[in-house]
């Protein structure tokens, strides 16, 4: 029989008849077979015998691939995700395919094409563009830049760039081409310092074995450059790279760095690329043809031949954890396939998750540590600010506002950051200081002013503002507290003679705005930058001598264990834009909680010490790293539905071998952190254990047994392994 993971919400296989001789379904090709009253694509995973009588299995009705689009390698990975996580195997599949693939789609490989700029492109007077500013930009995108630019990144630079460019190319500005890459020379990179070096040679000493290192290095101390070394070895061993990160907003520099030094076909895989595009990278890496893979989180499942190093940068991040469906996390999962692979694999960050700490001292994680910016960039100063003191405006600080109009007088920018989006995060009545709360959730409205619209950040819903209170028809409703759109207008109206601009994701919505932004930011063509968390990550700002940094003390009182974590880790990341070339930075944190020991020891004493005085409070909590903990969440639309329903799961997880022998704590069920989300009402149960094995044991048993339980039907169910938030 063949068996057959199908994207459906149950933890199995399913059989079928081959239709054709059962040899011919190879595993990790795919298959349309009937299901239910229609049919589904799924994905061969072996062939077996079965324990349904003949008459009940149905045939295959077809085989779509004659070669498996999915290696055994990424066949094996799946599967072991699935167990890992327990979720069913056939949406792990879907979840390692393209869009394409998932249905029945398949598409012809084309050769990848570069473009540059003609002679006449580069002598051009830009005057003679100003009537198409797109193909201005994107004309100068391609003389700016050293080696022909790939079609990844035109589409990273402008995802709306494949019109304007045939406009180019009909003027005779550019030209299209097949590039050699045989023939092309990689573009050497800096001599290395002794500490990259270091970390360089320990990971090319160790190609073709399993060799983890953390490289833990601040900001701005040439980790890519380390990546890039060890890389150009791989290459030229005739193996590839696959490097991931969290977020795709960082990858047009980085694309650019890896293509010239390597001089190999880079292709790039994330979310904003159509179906199509997807699908042609894709195929480029399973082809062997890509010698390197930059992408987000689901390129971890990228099938690639040749495969010999796996780079993971800013490993801390949390979204490389995937936070809904098939709960993954790509590091955890990259880790085991370098383990399988038996490649190097390197985790870098200058803020290394608790996780990868602990690691480095329990010795499965080798620890290079890169201390020096490289180049000429200092370190920055970092200040505490009370906030509570000091007439500001707007909860900006009088003294950040003067040491802005400092910096800015001298020509340079400033970064004023802000975590939180919208105008203000709170409408409230003069009169009887009631709040507008969002209908469906346990939230508060946010003003978006631009927009005249409240929305919830929870759910997303939105309604225009009202006129008056709706308690008690008070006239005077007012906007407390500021988000980067206050902060924006504030800003702007206190330094009109410099350019503000925002950068989070409302004003970034927009497909390219994001990149068009942070070329603004990166020109200079703004001086001053108002941004979210989008703005703490490797983007390099040279210009940008001074951070200000609203709002630290959200993290330090945050309902989640990780909230301190993360709150240090942002806080570092954003110090990192300050100073990035010969310019001394000054980062200016403002919080209401200046003698808080943990960010006072974050700032003496610096990250290192401040994660190992969180890993001794995490240690004593008996929380992770230290502990192993999953999450079983379930919501309903009616209240209690869902308490009711877990306590009816810890009565069963309690009847189990190893709740009973406690190798298994059973905690709850309590109410999610915020019960209320989307009109639904939400609770979980906390799963903790000292070793991973009796947890996975009890959750490897639970899982089908929800499954086939009726009043599982009556909410919506999910298992969390290792969750990175608990909300
Ligand atoms: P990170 O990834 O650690 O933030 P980068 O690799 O982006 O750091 O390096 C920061 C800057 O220092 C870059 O402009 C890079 O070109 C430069 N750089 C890196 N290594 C060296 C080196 N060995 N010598 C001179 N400059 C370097
Ligand atoms: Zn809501």
Redesign the pocket.
């Known amino acids: 029989m063949v068996k057959v993971a199908v994207a459906v919400p149950l933890s199995r296989v399913f059989d079928y008849l081959p239709a054709i001789r059962l040899d011919a379904y190879r595993a990790g090709s795919r298959v349309l077979v009937p299901f239910g009253r229609g049919q589904k694509v799924g994905v061969v995973v072996g062939a077996g015998s079965s324990d349904l009588p003949l008459s009940k299995l149905k045939p295959v009705h077809q085989l779509l691939d004659d070669e498996p689009v999915l290696s055994e390698e990424i066949v094996a990975l799946v599967e072991w995700a699935s167990g890992y996580y327990h979720h069913p195997v056939g949406e792990c599949f879907a979840a390692a395919l393209p869009g394409l693939l998932r249905k029945n789609g398949s598409a012809k490989p084309v050769p990848p094409c570069c473009y540059q700029a003609t002679e006449e492109g580069t002598a051009l007077d830009t005057d003679e563009l100003s009537r198409a500013p797109v193909q201005l930009r994107l004309l100068q995108f391609l003389t700016a830049s050293a080696v022909p630019v790939s079609e990844a990144e035109c589409r990273l630079f402008d995802p709306r760039w494949s019109t304007p460019m045939k406009e180019l190319i009909r003027k005779g500005l550019a030209e299209k081409f097949w590039p050699d890459y045989s023939s092309l020379t990689p573009v050497p990179?800096?001599?290395?310092?002794s500490e990259?070096q270091a970390a360089a040679d320990a990971a090319k000493d160790n190609l073709g074995t399993f060799y983890p290192v953390l490289l833990y290095?601040?900001?701005?101390?040439?980790?890519?450059?380390?990546y890039l070394d060890v890389a150009r070895q791989v290459i030229s061993r005739g193996q590839q790279v696959l490097l991931l990160l969290p977020e795709i907003g960082l990858t047009l520099q980085l694309l650019a760095r890896f293509r010239s030094a390597l001089a190999c076909r880079v292709e790039v895989i994330h979310s904003a690329l159509n179906d199509t595009e997807r699908l042609l990278a894709w195929q480029a890496a399973a082809a062997g043809e890509a010698g390197v893979v930059i992408g987000t989180r689901s390129a971890v499942f990228t099938p690639m031949p040749e495969l010999g190093l796996l780079v993971i940068?800013e490993e801390h991040d949390g979204s490389l954890k995937q936070q809904d469906g098939f709960r993954y996390h790509a590091r955890d999962l990259a880790l085991v396939r370098a383990r399988r692979l038996k490649i190097p694999i390197m985790l870098?960050s200058?803020t290394p998750s608790l996780e990868s700490l602990n690691n480095v001292s329990r010795g499965t994680l080798n620890l290079h540590r890169?201390t020096a910016?490289?180049?000429p960039?200092i370190e920055p100063q970092m200040i505490l600010v009370d906030g509570r003191s000091g007439a500001g405006e707007q909860g900006i600080s009088q003294r950040l506002l003067n040491m802005m109009t400092e910096v800015l007088s001298r020509g340079e920018q400033v970064i004023v950051f802000i975590n939180r989006r919208g105008y203000s995060p709170v409408l409230m009545c003069d009169v009887c200081k009631s709040i507008v709360d969002c209908a469906n959730c346990d939230a508060h409205m946010t003003v978006h002013e631009r927009s005249a619209r409240l929305r919830c950040h929870h759910c997303g819903s939105e309604r225009r503002v009202p006129q008056h209170c709706t308690v008690c028809e008070g006239q005077n409703l007012v906007k407390v507290g500021a988000g980067t759109e206050r902060v924006d207008e504030v800003l702007s109206e206190k330094f009109p003679d410099y350019k503000v601009l925002r950068i989070d994701r409302d004003s970034t919505s927009r497909k390219g705005e994001l990149q068009r932004h942070l070329q603004m930011a990166a020109s200079g063509e703004a001086q001053i930058i108002v941004g979210t968390q989008m703005l703490a990550k490797?983007h390099?700002f040279p210009n940008v001598t001074l951070v200000g940094i609203m709002d630290a003390d959200r993290g330090l009182f945050g309902a989640d264990f990780r909230a301190i974590e993360q709150m240090a880790q942002l806080i570092v990341q954003v110090a990192?834009r300050a100073g990035?070339a010969a310019k001394k930075g000054t980062v200016l944190i403002q919080t209401q909680n200046t003698e808080h020991p943990l960010l006072q020891k974050l700032l003496q004493e610096g990250y290192g010490e401040f994660a190992n005085h969180l890993l001794s409070e995490r240690k004593a909590a008996a929380w992770p790293p230290f502990t192993h903990v999953a999450l079983l969440r379930a919501d309903a639309q009616a209240n209690n539905v869902a308490q009711s329903y877990l306590r009816q799961i810890v009565e069963l997880a309690g009847s189990h071998p190893v709740a009973q022998s406690a190798g298994v704590m059973v905690l709850g069920p309590a109410h999610a952190p915020m019960e209320r989300l989307a009109g639904r009402f939400r609770a979980q149960l906390l799963f903790v254990a000292d070793q991973r094995k009796p947890l996975h044991q009890l959750l490897a048993w639970l899982r089908p047994t929800l499954e086939k339980l009726p009043s599982s039907r009556k909410v919506r169910w999910s298992i969390d392994i290792d969750p990175h938030d608990m909300l």
């Open positions: 990179g800096f001599a290395l310092n990259q290095g601040i900001t701005g101390s040439g980790k890519t450059e380390v940068d870098g200058a890169l910016r490289a180049g960039a490797g390099d990192g990035r």
